[in-house]
């Protein structure tokens, strides 16, 4: 458990940010059920880090310390995982509370690697996080493949199709593999392949880091999920399927 | 596909459960069906599962935006529990499907010192299909670079 009490004795706190919260969860996110038991925080692997838990984090927000959940680093340090609502006996949302106290701070104030990830994804259609351009992407894909099917012959016939019309399943790629180690998206489009799946990858949205929702940035993750799933819709495909 | 090649070398494997394909998206049924291609890729007899497990796992730390953070000393902090997890298991390897997943705990393995191989499930599925080249083993042990290598001859 985080070790430090919480202070009491400000009467004028109004709770703004937790009624705020409510307002946009269903049922409230349970925000007010709490029963106390600490199920949430004994399970956690966060807690202890910046002397939070997620006990203490909804027992701050229950009572009003607005100011000091916003100075907070520890909405960084919670993963969202989830472990702590599927544990509690009343389903209280937390993280959806982290979530949203992450938006408490100005977008320029937020770390500056998620925000710097954030940005290059707004950067070119690609949506990647790494900044990958459509062009970038395609040359990687097709030199890759090349090089694969020359030296594999068992996989000449084999397919990294960008954009293709009308295929069953849309992926999308972590900028990992094109950007640092392209040999490791082999292994995959081989499997794809062996399996007889009809896929494409798609020259927009094609990034499947998403780093603009870790940012609590809503206008920008909406921006950049949206791009990705248009390209899914134009190009007729079935199925979306998200690597990430 | 099968598991022939792990007959004899029986190195041992566990298998991280996403949080997000697992419990945030389709529960348990999802990990019952990760179990089955990963038994069926390494042998029954060579998996071992962490505790606690399926929808009750622990998130490893690399999730949420937490790698770009810039808190790396509060991220390997929090992911302790997780590493001690996969030591326990005794595994060899850990297979992280999830790719956040595969970062932070490559740099649990090296920080705390268990350097156990962390490896991507299409990794393992070449393998055992006897498709996998010699250039595609980047995060393979030193055990596993030689083994049913697919057109030897192109190493780099």
């Not at chain 1, 040359?139 to 594999?152: C, H, I, N």
């Not at chain 2, 990963?38 to 490893?60: A, H, L, T």
Request: hydrophobic share 35%.
């Amino acid at each position: 458990m985080a070790e430090t009490v919480i202070q009491l004795g400000n009467k004028k706190r109004k709770s703004a940010f937790l009624n705020k919260v409510k307002e946009l969860l269903p049922e409230g996110g349970n925000l007010n059920a709490c029963l106390t038991c600490g199920l949430c925080a004994s399970g956690c692997p966060a807690t202890g880090l910046a002397d939070m838990d997620p006990r203490k984090f909804l027992r701050m927000a229950a009572l009003g310390m607005d100011e000091e959940i916003a100075a907070s680093d520890w909405p960084w340090m919670c993963t969202m995982c989830q472990r702590c609502i599927y544990a509690c006996p009343m389903k209280i949302d937390i993280p959806q509370l982290i979530f949203n106290a992450r938006a408490l701070r100005p977008r320029e104030q937020r770390p500056v690697g998620i925000l710097g990830s954030c940005d290059m994804a707004l950067r070119n259609d690609s949506c990647s996080a790494m900044g990958a351009t459509p062009e970038d992407f395609e040359f990687v894909v097709d030199d890759v493949l090349e090089e694969y099917r020359e030296a594999q012959p068992e996989f000449a016939d084999m397919e990294a199709p960008i954009d293709k019309e009308g295929a069953e399943f849309f992926l999308n790629q972590n900028s990992r593999e094109p950007v640092t180690e392209p040999d490791e998206m082999v292994p995959l489009w081989k499997i794809l392949h062996l399996a007889g799946v009809n896929w494409t990858y798609g020259s927009k949205g094609w990034g499947g880091e998403n780093y603009c929702m870790f940012l609590a940035d809503d206008d920008a993750w909406k921006k950049t999920t949206g791009l990705s799933v248009a390209q899914a819709n134009d190009l007729g495909v079935k199925t979306y399927l998200n690597t990430e | 596909m099968n598991s022939d090649w792990n007959k004899d070398l029986k190195i041992k494997f566990t298998v991280q459960d996403p949080c997000q394909i697992v419990r945030k998206s389709y529960g348990d049924p999802i990990a019952e069906d990760l179990r089955f291609v990963v038994k069926s890729v390494v042998g029954e007899e060579n998996f071992i599962d962490m505790q606690p497990n399926r929808s009750n796992n622990y998130c490893c730390g690399g999730g949420g935006g937490f790698l770009q953070s810039g808190f790396k000393e509060e991220r390997l902090k929090y992911g302790i529990l997780k590493d001690r997890q996969i030591k326990d298991t005794g595994a060899d390897y850990c297979i992280a499907g999830c790719h956040n997943c595969h970062a932070q705990i490559h740099e649990l393995s090296e920080h705390y010192g268990g350097n156990y191989p962390v490896v991507h499930l299409w990794t393992l599925i070449c393998l055992s299909l006897g498709v996998l080249g010699p250039n595609e083993r980047e995060y393979l042990g030193e055990d596993l670079k030689d083994v049913n290598v697919f057109h030897p001859e192109t190493a780099l």
